[in-house]
């Protein structure tokens, strides 16, 4: 494609002229090819030779840019395949470790000929992706690119009361800056990008005593109540084995007597394995008495069997 004539001062610039001089410059204006790719530098353009594997540039680190072009006012980049690693410490029949492939647009970055990626002077390429409410990647990950920030959330499964959480999440991969006049990077990420499925799972074992007491969504913090065992074992046990109810007590012997009670020689109370007792047919319910103490009056009660 040749130049427009060269004018002399004074000369008027024809249409035809300066139209002449866009088609030269597109003629000019690098571009990849079959069997190169174009490498952008603060100095120029260079083309490379890919290597005649499946894995090009293998000695550049994941998501590295190999390319960019010049598109209008904005300019299409190209970059090395970078994986997103899941690690899952509990697999059962599904593979402990998974290797996605990040798409732009509808092709994998493994794509040939490779896809490019539309990015303005202070963008950023993100690499998004996605996973349930368990950790795991739920989605194809995604690169993209734009000028604002983006704010992702943790994941966090449901817990007894019914909430939980997806997880979506982005990571910096680089910034297209402008110096002076040529674009160039600012690298935030030079290898493959790892998520571990932190698999956490609540159960509800059942009734009595509610160990969990709420879920801070704002914070991710599961809260249980503790339950504490007393020291000395209670009165009696109530044990459920098949279809059988056990009443036993607490392997305690003891009797209970009122100082200064001159008319009886017998004890006011007297207990074995933890339980009342008296003479006769046995049964339990609950009894109350009266004791004076200190001379203030009190009552308590027993569970006795009668």
Known sequence: MRLPPRKKPG?????ADWNLLLEAIAARTPRSGSGLELIASSGGFAYSRPYPTSAPHAGLPPFSVIGIEKAESNYLVTIKEGWVIERKPKSGTKPAVKFHIPKAGDKTLDTIPRPQIGMAIADTLWCRFATDTMGEISDDPQV??????????????????GSGSDGNYFVKLFKLIDDGGSPAVVVFQQSDIEHWAQLWTGENVG????????????????KFRRIDRRASQHQIDVIEEA???????NDKDGTLAIEGDSSSSEPFLEWKDGLMITEGEKKLFVREYMICEYGSARTVKFITLD
């Open 11 to 15: 000369d008027p610039i024809l249409a």
């Open 207 to 222: 009734d009595g005593s509610r160990v969990f007491k709420e879920h801070n969504e704002e914070e991710n913090v599961y």
């Open 144 to 161: 993209f690119s734009s000028s604002e920030n983006q704010d992702g959330s943790h994941y966090y499964p449901e817990d007894p009361e």
């Open 243 to 249: 279809d059988v109810i056990r009443v036993q007590g």
